[in-house]
Nanobody, 122 residues
């Protein structure tokens, strides 16, 4: 099974930066789409950023210009560089991947990390 291991969360002051990592640890699969969602208390889970294997990106409007997604296909790892953090960025951030390269009809099956807490103090 696919195991997504997240790291890099923590507590920072407003205006600070964090870099999240998500590795498909031990997985033989590579994914067409890798990215991040987040969920704050009392709110729905929302898309933060995605990146395809072709290099195209998609960002939530609320993070555009502040966050940068990247991926290292050799390491099967996706990153999220978060700059200029705001208190409203406080949430649990979940790694999300789908679309197993070389396997048909897998886009509908999403895999999730367990989440890493990001807390931004004011």
């Amino acid at each position: 099974q696919v195991q997504l291991v997240e790291s890099g969360g923590g507590l920072v002051q407003a205006g600070g930066s964090l870099r999240l990592s998500c590795a498909a640890s031990g997985s033989i699969f590579r994914f067409r789409v890798m990215g991040w969602y987040r969920q704050a208390p009392g709110k729905q889970r929302e898309l933060v950023a995605q990146m395809t294997s072709a290099g195209t990106t998609n960002y939530a409007d609320s993070v555009k210009g502040r966050f940068t997604i990247s991926r290292d296909n050799a390491k099967n790892t996706v990153y999220l560089q978060m700059n200029s953090l705001k208190p409203e960025d406080t949430a649990v951030y979940f790694c999300n991947v789908f679309g197993i390269i070389g396997v048909l009809d897998t886009d509908r099956n999403m895999y999730w990390g367990q989440g890493t807490q990001v807390t931004v103090s004011s």
